[in-house]
Each structure stands twice: as C-alpha cells, then as structure tokens.
C-alpha cells in the first residue's frame, strides 16, 4: 500500500525530469545569446573606436552623427 501522495509524485516523476531539462537547455541557450550579442556589440566598438575617437580630435557633429547611426539600427 501506498499512499495517494506517493503514487501522484510517482506518477508526475517524468514529467518533472522534462521540464527540468527543457529549462536547463533553454537555460544555456539563453547565456550563450547573451555572450554572442555581447561579442558582437564589442567587436562592432572596437571596430569603430579608431574612427569615432581620431587622435586629431574628431569634431562633435561627426561624433553625433557616428552614434545616432548605431542607435538607428538597433
């Protein structure tokens, strides 16, 4: 004999082990998204770095100009 509990958990055990699972990979999906658009976001910076800070001075509409574009795709 068993109580009505046991044989409830015993019978949601699968389903648990799925859902636990599921959310772990969708978990780790989830960071490495992150890490990418991170990556991503960091090299498309270092890249444009050297053109928006020149060592010469970089004029302030030039500036705007480089950073309203950036804003306008995202």
């Known amino acids: 004999m068993r ?3 046991a044989v409830f958990a015993e019978s949601l055990a ?3 082990f799925s859902v636990t699972i599921i959310t772990t990979f969708a978990a780790a999906a989830l960071l490495l998204a992150m890490v ?3 990556g991503v ?3 498309s ?3 444009r770095r050297r053109e928006i800070w020149r060592p010469d001075g970089a ?3 030039s500036v705007r100009r480089a950073f309203a574009s950036c804003s306008a795709r995202v």
């Open 3 to 5: 109580t009505l509990d």
């Open 14 to 16: 699968r389903q648990r």
């Open 36 to 38: 990418g658009l991170y």
């Open 41 to 43: 976001i960091a090299l």
């Open 45 to 47: 910076v270092g890249q």
């Open 59 to 61: 004029r302030r509409a």
